[in-house]
Structures are given as C-alpha cells and as structure tokens.
C-alpha cells in the first residue's frame, strides 16, 4: 500500500479522504492512530506550547531566546520541507528545554499545557479519534513528555509515541535522544506504530489512521483506512465535550502564546512589572477611601454591584462585625472587597508569603488548620469587626465553585455573601506550583485588569445556624447563591484536590518554627 500511497502522491493526487468522510458509527472495537499538531489540534505549529515550557521553566529570558531562534526554525522548515527532516524541531527543542529541570517541565505539561491543548481540539479528527474505543495511539514529533498527559488524561490515549529527550542529571541538554529514534517525523511514526501494534491480540494494523500533511503518509498507508484533516479553519471543539473537564491549571500566562503574543509578553514584562510595583505602591499606601479611586487613575478597574453594608459604627451598638463570604478568585480578593466598601476589612487566610503581608493595606490573619483554634480566632475578629472570608480555601480559575467550608457558619449569623470575579488580560495573578509572593505582581502587571465586587444580601434569619439550619446546609447555600449569582458551577472539589492535580501535594504549608 506504501507504494500506492507514494505512486498517487507523484500525481499530485491525494491519497486520502478528508476525515469528514470518516463514518464514525460502529467503530467500538476498532483502534485508530492519530497525529498532535494539525490533526487532533487544529494548529499545525507547536511553537505555543514550547513557549509555554519555556516561560514556565525558565521565564522571560528563555522564552526571549525561543522567540530568537524560532526564525531559524522557520527558515529550516521552509528550506528542507521533507517529511523525514527534523532540524526545526530539534532547533524549537534547543530553545525551550536546554538547562531546564525535566521535573519542571513535567510540571508545566501536567498543569499548564492541558488547558491550552484542550481548547485547540479539532472537532472532525476528534469524533473519528473518539470513536474507536480499543485502542488508541498518538503519534508525535513533540517531546512525548510534554504531551502525553493531556493526551492520556482528557483525550483518552492508550499509548503515546514521541521525541524523547536527552537529559543528563535531571536537567534536559537541549537536545532529542537519538537512541530512541531522534525525532518522531516522517518513517519514524511508522516503525513507532509498527512496534505498538507488534504485540497487539486484535491484529497487526489500526483500523483508522489520522494525518494532515506529507509527513504522515508513511503510518497512515500502515493503517486498514486512513483520513486526511484538512487545512480549512474549523471552529475548537467546545471543551465540554471531552471527556474530562479541565477545572484545575497553572501557569502564569492567560493566552495562547503565538509568536506574536510571546513577542508582547516579553516586551511589556518590564514595562508592566514597573507599572504593578506603582499599582501595589499606591494600594499599600493610600489612605483606604481613596484607593478605590487611586486604582481607577491607575488602569484597574473595580466595578460594585449589589449594596454594601454600612460601617460598624452605623449598625446598632453592640452588634458584632459583618462576616463576609467571598468566591475566592485570587488572594487579593479581600483587598477589592475593602476597596469597594471604602474601608479597610481583615481577612483571614490559610497560606500568604511574608511578602504578601507586608505589602497588604489591610490585616491579614493566618488560619491554623485546627478548628478548634481557627473557630476562637474568628469570634475574636468578628468582636472586633467586620472580617472577609474565603470557604472555598483556594482558588480556581475556571467558572466552578469549589466546596464551601461550613466552620464560617457555625460561629455568626450576621453574614453576607459576596460574589469576586476578575478578568485579566495576559497574566494570572495565582499559581499552585510557583512563589505566591509573586501573586499580586502578575495581576496588577495585566495591562489593564478588573475586580467585579457584587455584593449579595445579608442571609435571612430562618436560613442561618441560628434559625435552625446546620452550617453544611448555609455553607451549601451560600455556594449555590454565588455560582447562580456568577453563572458559575458548583463541586463538591476541595483544596487538597486542587493541589493533588497541579502539584502533587495536599497543599499544606507546615508551620514553620
């Protein structure tokens, strides 16, 4: 079939259907073999995610150098078209991976590349890819570590073959291990692909074979039938149709770094590094009354809604503090909050870096993780005060609630639910893996980023620990209250979730002595 394959490409004639014609009924027990870039994604570059690698392994200078070498690159591809060459690739290798901690970089594809791979599937391979249920395998010129989570997590991959790294000493050398086959191009992906499918029971050849260009004709024609997935655009496949929702990721950068993105990123990093430090400066500094108005002046913009309680002193003499229950977005969720309320509110948090306290413009307490002790902290703040609290624990970047802690609801029933939510335009302003010190500088170097402060209604009587409710059921309803309140999804996730899927840890910071 090979010769065919290559006697209909001297026609000029493509060999294959395009996968629109694939019928994807009946294929349960039939195994199929796909392409990464250009057929399971939609973009055929992989620059994106070796700059991804690159900023999260090695930051700003590293992925400056990738954008340096991605011209030569571009120049090697363009200059030898061959599906059997490999120098782009191995030049995109160099740049992203030389130096770098391979724990690192199995840290950035296990956190960070997931959510920017998911939100490039192609919809036409993936219901062919989807269909056949006995086996499926992925063939990749990309480094098999960077990919292979994703594709084993949420794309449902049985067996992933890809370049191979050289490391030496848990650091990667820059360069693709050629005692495993160099790059995965051109006749590679099809010894790969003869080698899985050596010991497979239900036979010696996939059903279905998956491409988009030249480069792999050589497995396809191994394949019983095989699909071309042309270059036409095709809108993503909507990530709530894979079969695992990404709730949970990391990394610093909020879109997809195509080389023109990366070369803004890399541009404004200075500019918007000097521009948080002013930002954080005049939040620290000001007077509380006026940092509402100082942020404004400044590009942030803080947007209220709802009605805020008065002040203490306007309440009725005796009555303890205000508890509010915030959606936590990032740890500056209680500084908004004061922000909005014209006057500074004390927060209680369970980690915060030195760094962040002391920059902090408003009281910062650390809970314990015992309840006991954590429950007499609280009644001590709210005697003293009104006092913000986030239940969820941690944060989450995708519109999902996390489960609420009920401990707020057992000690007051003066509490008001207030819904946060940010937008940011190039950086996250949270991280699972990275220094949180860091935090707050990322948020406020966006370019011009926006705290959305919605305050709800004080809870009702009859719908507190006090009118008979247990505090599983208030914290329950709080939750519903805010995710419908921001068309939001609520979990029953925790923190130790969240940790355990970005860091491989519970997420607990031991005391230090």
Same mark, same amino acid.
């Given at each position: 079939?090979?010769?065919?394959?290559?006697?209909?490409?001297?026609?000029?004639?493509? !060999?294959?259907?395009?996968?629109?014609?694939?019928?994807?009924?009946?294929?349960? @027990?039939?195994?199929? *073999?796909?392409?990464?870039?250009?057929? =399971?994604?939609?973009?055929?570059?992989?620059?994106?995610?070796?700059?991804?690698?690159?900023?999260?392994?090695?930051?700003?200078? +590293?992925?400056?150098?990738?954008?340096?070498?991605?011209?030569?690159?571009?120049?090697?591809?363009?200059?030898?078209?061959?599906?059997?060459?490999?120098?782009?690739?191995?030049?995109?290798?160099?740049? &992203?991976?030389?130096? #770098?901690?391979? +724990?690192?970089? %199995?840290?950035?594809?296990?956190?960070?590349?997931?959510?920017?791979? &998911?939100? $490039?599937?192609?919809?036409?391979?993936?219901?062919?890819?989807?269909?056949?249920?006995?086996?499926?395998?992925?063939?990749?010129?990309?480094?098999?570590?960077?990919?292979?989570?994703?594709?084993? %997590?949420?794309?449902? *991959?049985?067996?992933?073959?890809?370049?191979?790294?050289?490391?030496?000493?848990?650091?990667?050398?820059?360069?693709?291990?050629?005692?495993?086959?160099?790059?995965?191009?051109?006749?590679?992906?099809?010894?790969?692909?003869?080698?899985?499918?050596?010991?497979?029971?239900?036979?010696?050849?996939?059903?279905?074979?998956?491409? $988009?260009?030249? @480069?792999?004709?050589?497995?396809?024609?191994?394949?019983?039938?095989?699909?071309?997935?042309?270059?036409?655009?095709?809108?993503?496949?909507?990530?709530?149709?894979?079969?695992? /929702?990404?709730?949970?990721?990391?990394?610093?950068?909020?879109?997809? /770094?195509? !080389?023109?993105?990366?070369?803004?990123?890399?541009?404004?990093?200075?500019?918007?590094?000097?521009?948080?430090?002013?930002?954080?400066?005049?939040?620290?500094?000001?007077?509380?009354?006026?940092?509402?108005?100082?942020?404004?002046?400044?590009?942030?913009?803080?947007?209220?809604?709802?009605?805020?309680?008065?002040?203490? #002193?306007?309440?009725?003499?005796?009555?303890?503090?205000?508890?509010?229950?915030?959606?936590?977005?990032?740890?500056?969720? !209680?500084?908004?909050?004061?922000?909005?309320?014209?006057?500074?509110?004390?927060?209680?948090?369970?980690? =915060?870096?030195?760094?962040?306290?002391?920059?902090?413009?408003?009281?910062?307490?650390?809970?314990?993780?015992?309840?006991?002790?954590?429950?007499?902290?609280?009644?001590?703040?709210? &005697? %003293?005060?009104?006092?913000?609290?986030?239940?969820?624990?941690?944060?989450? +970047?995708?519109?999902?609630?996390?489960?609420?802690?009920?401990?707020?609801?057992?000690?007051?029933?003066?509490?008001?639910?207030? #819904?946060?939510?940010?937008?940011?335009?190039?950086?996250?302003?949270?991280? &699972?893996?990275?220094?949180?010190?860091?935090? !707050?500088?990322?948020?406020?170097?966006?370019? @011009?980023?926006?705290?959305?402060?919605?305050?709800?209604?004080?809870?009702?009587?009859?719908?507190?620990?006090?009118?008979?409710?247990?505090?599983?059921?208030?914290?329950?309803?709080?939750?519903?209250?805010?995710?419908?309140?921001?068309?939001?999804?609520?979990?029953?996730?925790?923190?130790?979730?969240?940790?355990?899927?970005?860091?491989?840890? $519970?997420?607990?910071?031991?005391?230090?002595?």
């Amino acid at each position: 079939m090979e010769a065919a394959v290559e006697a209909v490409v001297a026609a000029g004639v493509e !060999p294959f259907p395009t996968v629109d014609k694939c019928d994807a009924s009946g294929r349960a @027990s039939h195994a199929v *073999a796909a392409d990464l870039d250009g057929t =399971l994604l939609r973009s055929r570059s992989a620059f994106p995610y070796y700059a991804l690698v690159a900023f999260e392994a090695g930051g700003v200078p +590293r992925l400056l150098l990738l954008l340096l070498l991605y011209p030569v690159a571009a120049a090697l591809r363009f200059l030898a078209p061959s599906s059997e060459s490999s120098c782009a690739e191995r030049v995109l290798v160099f740049a &992203a991976t030389a130096g #770098a901690r391979v +724990r690192d970089i %199995e840290s950035a594809a296990r956190a960070v590349l997931p959510r920017f791979y &998911a939100a $490039d599937v192609h919809p036409g391979a993936w219901r062919a890819f989807s269909a056949c249920a006995r086996r499926r395998v992925v063939l990749t010129s990309t480094p098999r570590v960077m990919a292979e989570p994703f594709l084993r %997590e949420c794309l449902g *991959a049985d067996d992933v073959a890809g370049t191979e790294l050289a490391t030496w000493r848990g650091r990667a050398t820059g360069f693709v291990d050629a005692r495993k086959g160099g790059v995965l191009v051109g006749r590679r992906k099809a010894e790969a692909l003869r080698e899985i499918f050596a010991g497979d029971d239900g036979g010696d050849k996939p059903d279905v074979g998956l491409g $988009d260009s030249r @480069s792999d004709y050589a497995f396809m024609s191994m394949c019983k039938e095989a699909y071309i997935v042309p270059r036409a655009p095709v809108d993503p496949l909507p990530m709530d149709q894979l079969p695992r /929702p990404i709730i949970f990721h990391d990394g610093r950068l909020v879109r997809r /770094p195509t !080389p023109l993105a990366a070369l803004l990123v890399v541009l404004w990093f200075p500019v918007g590094f000097a521009l948080a430090c002013l930002r954080i400066a005049a939040g620290a500094l000001l007077p509380m009354p006026l940092v509402y108005y100082a942020f404004w002046a400044l590009g942030v913009r803080v947007l209220v809604r709802g009605a805020p309680p008065p002040p203490r #002193a306007e309440r009725a003499t005796g009555r303890r503090g205000v508890l509010f229950a915030c959606s936590h977005r990032t740890l500056l969720d !209680p500084i908004f909050l004061s922000a909005a309320l014209g006057r500074p509110v004390a927060a209680v948090t369970y980690s =915060l870096s030195r760094l962040s306290e002391f920059l902090s413009p408003i009281r910062t307490v650390r809970l314990t993780r015992d309840r006991r002790s954590d429950a007499a902290m609280i009644r001590e703040l709210l &005697a %003293e005060g009104d006092l913000a609290i986030c239940p969820e624990g941690t944060t989450c +970047r995708e519109p999902f609630l996390l489960r609420f802690s009920a401990l707020f609801a057992e000690l007051t029933d003066e509490v008001v639910p207030v #819904a946060m939510e940010n937008r940011m335009g190039m950086f996250h302003g949270t991280t &699972a893996r990275g220094w949180k010190g860091m935090d !707050p500088f990322y948020f406020f170097m966006n370019p @011009s980023p926006a705290y959305v402060v919605t305050f709800l209604s004080k809870l009702p009587a009859e719908l507190t620990c006090g009118g008979g409710k247990t505090s599983h059921e208030v914290a329950n309803y709080i939750q519903r209250l805010i995710a419908a309140t921001l068309s939001y999804e609520c979990t029953s996730l925790t923190r130790k979730d969240k940790y355990r899927a970005l860091a491989g840890n $519970d997420g607990v910071v031991a005391p230090k002595s």
